[in-house]
């Protein structure tokens, strides 16, 4: 669901990884922003710089196992909870 008003702080940053994989436009809406993906990442790369994030483009939150599952990897785990 996409928020109303722009998110800012670690917020943003927690929607703007989950939302990274569908790509800028959606993440800026998502996150509030609209349409307006060049004032979402301006604040975006601000968030993060003030946590010592580096960011030079959305693709950068995506995370090493998010691009595994979307290369068609596999995930290795017990059948049941039981079993771990």
């Not at 939302?19 to 060049?38: P, W």
């Not at 960011?55 to 059948?79: C, H, M, S, W, Y």
């Amino acid at each position: 669901m996409a928020s109303k008003k722009p998110l800012d702080g670690v917020i943003l940053i927690d929607c703007a990884k989950a939302n990274a994989k569908q790509g800028l436009a959606v993440a800026a809406k998502q996150c509030g922003f609209g349409d307006d993906t060049e004032r979402f990442m301006q604040v975006l790369k601000q968030a993060c710089e003030d946590m010592g994030i580096e960011l030079n483009q959305i693709e950068d939150l995506i995370t090493e196992q998010q691009r595994v599952k979307q290369q068609g990897g596999f995930e290795v785990a017990p059948e049941t909870p039981a079993d771990l």
